[in-house]
């Protein structure tokens, strides 16, 4: 078979699959989540046939007004590969976890539907393509938010009415980037001061990408959608697929579509600020589990925006290996919450204390994501904020660093709180887990969140095809004492002593920070 040939299997092995599982597998759930994880693992070894082969190009005339192209990068490649790596362990997960799940066939076929969009938004060069595949994800998530059951049915509403609205916004600012550049490709680089039409173009633009990636005040539906989805339907899209392609479009459009100016700049950071806030502060407060990561999912995507918007080495690539970490860690988490939850009957904080002492397979993919979650180094977490921290500081940018300093701490004073609750002390301390197919996803991942440091540091070379730079000094400038690095460990510290303060007064995990419901703030 020809490398160009191969190069689509990604995208058509799990749509074929996917689209035969309900026919076939309706009443059978464990054979379609068989057909499921098979449909990966072909997928997977396709890509291994081609993988470190960039210089693969298909491309099919269509219709004689343009192009389908689809093309093999370092940065696509390791992109894939990620996305690869997430649905396999989901797909590895859901092989246990598939009786719990109150529509499988349904669940199994749009989990499938939505990796081969996201592989194709991955793998396209054209626009067109990537408008297709994009508006597929959003079909495919819709429909898993659905797979939860009835009472899914509001929030899978809401998701596809806020998803469609931010979709007609990327669409109008698809047409006025086509007017502005015919052809259709991504590498225009058009400066984004030039007119009011490209102004618009990349506005309209970066609301779409950025409402994908969970920017406020596109972000309302994914907590409700973290509540009544099945556990690793949230850890396959929302917390993964979805914020890769939404920061990897973020990327395109400021990095490759247009040249961004103060005014861009300006105007990305605020989103970025508020939307760190808007997420953060909720979820100091918030006594379910699902709802809190949901949360803290959104967060991060604040620094991602900054990091891009400083149009900096530095800063591009801590936002670029902030998605890939957070996507790592925050799926692992989620695969941790469906283990607990299973075991309480509930995500609610109060039923979870001591949860650690009887769950410690899964206590421990939490703590291996913690690391990575609140930047403790040499987690990727640590490189991406040290990264976009820098990039700031480099730009003169000193408030929007303050700003998300602060909000670092806040995130830190969050997963605090949580550590707290499973360890909290109980007297029914006999373990209750054993290895299985629910706890392997959860230290694999977990064990690659700890690792993510060593695995861009290999993997440099990709970041550096993708920013266009061969200088690789941003990797190396992580390593060593700066004030940045100690205004991390302040992050650690100060973090810490905001949990401890407001448990102290609390009396107790659950209940820290509920003072601040009563706050006239």
Request: proline share 5%; charged share 10%; hydrophobic share 60%.
């Amino acid at each position: 078979m020809q490398p160009e040939t191969i190069l689509l299997l990604p995208i058509l092995i799990p749509l074929v699959f996917g689209l035969a599982i309900v026919p076939l597998c309706r009443k059978k759930p464990v054979l379609a989540a068989s057909l499921a994880f098979l449909a990966v693992v072909l997928s997977a070894m396709a890509y291994w046939r081609i993988a470190g082969n960039f210089s693969i190009r298909f491309v099919q005339p269509w219709l004689g007004q343009f192009e389908l192209s689809f093309s093999l990068t370092q940065w696509k490649g390791l992109l894939l590969g990620f996305a690869l790596v997430f649905q396999l362990m989901t797909g590895v997960y859901v092989m246990r976890y598939v009786r719990r799940l109150p529509r499988p066939a349904m669940f199994l076929m749009f989990t499938l539907v939505a990796f081969a969009s996201a592989a194709g938004v991955i793998l396209t060069d054209n626009l067109l393509v990537l408008l297709v595949a994009w508006e597929i994800f959003l079909v495919a998530l819709y429909a898993l938010i659905h797979s939860g059951g009835p009472q899914a049915h509001g929030t899978a509403l809401k998701a596809l009415i806020i998803g469609g609205g931010s979709d007609f916004l990327m669409i109008l600012g698809l047409l006025l980037f086509f007017d502005l550049h015919p052809a259709q490709t991504i590498g225009a680089h058009i400066q984004v001061g030039g007119s009011f039409q490209a102004f618009a173009s990349f506005f309209l633009l970066f609301l779409g990408a950025g409402a994908k990636a969970g920017m406020f005040p596109f972000h309302t539906w994914i907590p409700d959608a973290a509540e009544v989805m099945p556990a690793p339907g949230f850890a396959a899209l929302p917390a993964s697929h979805e914020k890769l392609l939404g920061i990897y479009f973020l990327f395109l459009i400021t990095h490759e579509m247009f040249t961004l100016n103060a005014t861009a700049q300006t105007l990305m950071y605020i989103f970025a600020v508020v939307t760190v806030f808007v997420s953060i502060v909720p979820a100091l407060v918030e006594k379910n589990l699902r709802r809190v990561l949901a949360l803290t999912a959104i967060a991060p995507v604040g620094f991602m925006i900054a990091g891009l918007a400083t149009s900096e080495i530095a800063g591009m690539a801590g936002a670029l290996i902030l998605m890939l970490t957070h996507a790592t860690y925050k799926s692992t988490m989620f695969f941790c919450a469906g283990n607990l939850e299973e075991e309480s009957g509930s995500p609610m904080l109060e039923k979870l204390q001591g949860l650690a002492w009887r769950m410690p397979l899964t206590a421990l993919g939490f703590v291996l994501a913690f690391t990575a979650a609140v930047s403790l180094p040499p987690t990727g977490g640590f490189m991406s904020k040290e990264l976009i921290f820098e990039g700031l500081v480099e730009r003169g940018h000193y408030a929007v660093f303050i700003l998300l300093w602060l909000g670092a701490i806040l995130i830190m004073a969050v997963f605090c709180k949580l550590m707290g609750v499973l360890w909290s002390a109980t007297e029914q301390r006999a373990r209750t887990e054993g290895f299985s197919l629910q706890t392997l996803p959860v230290l694999l991942l977990g064990l690659g969140a700890v690792m993510s440091g060593a695995i861009f540091n290999a993997v440099a070379p990709a970041f550096n095809a993708a920013m266009g730079t061969a200088d690789s000094h941003w990797v190396s400038a992580m390593w060593h004492l700066s004030p940045l690095t100690m205004a991390s460990y302040c992050v650690y510290l100060f973090g810490l002593l905001l949990f401890l303060a407001f448990r102290l007064q609390a009396g107790s995990s659950v209940a820290a920070f509920d003072s601040l419901t009563d706050s006239p703030v």
